[in-house]
């Protein structure tokens, strides 16, 4: 219930923070404020979070950590929904959406790459006394550092002041219930969008049939390569999450980003996960105890299945924007973006549960010395199975997904028809003073 809880009520505000933005006059546009304080939010109270000492007793410390992982959670959302729009509103064009979101998805695998070490750093007597003390420092350290990095879109992406734009909803309290009325009709016109709903589902079941099995691979690695024995398995738990997050950094998603271009972005999901799927049949074969090299051969496949999928799904959403333009005559970056991010949170609290359940299901007791006969195989099963049923049942939503580049494009044409339409307008009834030269357009761009 501890990571339970604030992860639903993130699922919950993130709506509300997408109609936010999509809707805030400022001077300094309508997501750079929020990805600013949110980042502050997060990097303060992340460090808060993990001063934990065990003297103050189990009830104390749950309260403290729900609490404050509450406050992470909430400036999380403050943060992440307008920094995804802000990524969705960076280009107009089909191949390039793809290239930006690839170069997000590089920069953001850092941090599973360098995460994993922590636990060798945290265990290694030479740097921290021990695991508690450790804890406590490092999140001072990776708190300050990832509230930096995270003010860098706030800072350094230029954005368009709307201050005085008269299409957006006003943030009042005379304004709460056409407020409250417009989120309900974000959500039932988004999902209203068929190609919209094919990617909230495949993303769904995809990255949540891998987080529920995720945890797995250090029980797999540590009982059934190394009989149980966590000293001698050492560093190879380490080893299976960074080399697989160095893989998808320079290979996975660069090789998606390419085939993206050559082949349309649903061929290059339909490829990128059905080679994630003989990873995981080749991660059964492959765990062979007493050779744990042999995993490793694994990785390179594995790794298809999340390396490319936010790279594709986040470019996919950034058309589905403009096809909900088209509809609806609205920019809803922030509404789609917060949706989409909604089915992925929501999932990915369900998924901590079912973890747990999957491990009771077949006996399985972490931290024991030995195991009930079948455990680990069972565990192992649902490893690979879960991941492997959950791709297949994506593949099947995404087999007609038509929203392509020929139709892409068509509905770009389309708005700058419309946009050119209205600067002309704005020009016969607004006089002089309004440039002949105007281009509407520059209004989707930041």
């Not at 064009?93 to 920069?107: G, K, L, N």
């Not at 349309?264 to 492959?286: D, E, P």
């Not at 390396?307 to 799904?313: A, E, R, S």
């Not at 649902?382 to 087999?399: C, D, E, K, N, Q």
């Amino acid at each position: 219930m501890l990571f339970f809880l604030p992860r639903v009520f993130d699922s919950l505000t993130d709506p509300i923070m997408g109609f936010i933005s999509d809707n805030t006059r400022s001077k300094w546009g309508r997501r750079r404020q929020y990805v600013f304080v949110g980042a502050i939010v997060m990097g303060i109270s992340f460090v808060a979070m993990w001063q934990l000492y065990r003297e103050d007793g189990i009830a104390y410390n749950f309260a403290y950590f729900l609490a404050w992982s509450i406050v992470f959670y909430s400036g999380l959302t403050l943060f992440s929904i307008p920094y995804v729009a802000m990524g969705y509103e960076m280009s107009d064009d089909f191949h390039e959406r793809t290239s930006i979101m690839a170069v997000a998805q590089w920069i953001g695998q850092w941090a599973w790459v360098i995460a994993p070490w922590f636990w060798v750093v945290m265990y290694d007597p030479s740097w921290f006394k021990n695991a508690d003390t450790a804890t406590r420092s490092l999140s001072v350290w990776v708190g300050a550092a990832c509230m930096l990095l995270a003010m860098v879109p706030a800072l350094f992406l230029p954005s368009r002041s709307t201050l005085h734009d008269e299409q957006l909803l006003p943030l009042t309290w005379r304004h709460l219930g056409a407020g409250m009325r417009e989120i309900l009709n974000g959500f039932k016109e988004a999902f209203g969008s068929r190609p919209f709903r094919k990617l909230c589902y495949a993303t769904f079941l995809i990255f949540n049939a891998f987080n529920t099995v995720a945890a797995f691979s250090f029980f797999i690695v540590v009982y059934h390569l190394f009989a149980g024995n966590a000293a001698a398995a050492g560093i190879w738990p380490t080893l299976f999450g960074s080399v697989g997050a160095l893989i998808t950094t320079f290979a996975v998603i660069p090789t998606v980003a390419w085939m993206s271009r050559k082949v349309g972005k649903r061929s290059a999901f339909m490829l990128s996960q059905g080679v994630s799927i003989v990873g995981y049949i080749l991660l059964w074969f492959l765990m062979v105890p007493g050779q744990p090299w042999l995993f490793m051969l694994a990785l390179p496949f594995f790794s298809f299945g999340i390396g490319g999928l936010f790279t594709l799904m986040m470019s996919m959403t950034a058309d589905v924007c403009d096809l909900d333009e088209l509809a609806t005559g609205k920019r809803r970056e922030g509404i789609f973006g917060a949706i989409y991010w909604w089915m992925v949170k929501f999932g990915f609290a369900i998924a901590g549960l079912l973890s747990g359940a999957i491990m009771s299901f077949v006996g399985f007791a972490p931290g024991a010395a030995t195991q009930a006969a079948g455990a680990v195989d069972g565990l192992r099963l649902f490893y690979s199975g879960v991941p492997i049923f959950g791709t297949l049942l994506a593949l099947w939503i995404m087999r007609d997904y038509d929203l392509d580049e020929q139709r892409a494009n068509e509905v770009r044409a389309e708005l700058e028809r419309r946009h050119r339409a209205a600067g002309a307008a704005a020009v016969a009834v607004s006089g002089p003073h309004v440039p002949a030269d105007w281009d509407p357009a520059s209004l989707l761009k930041p």
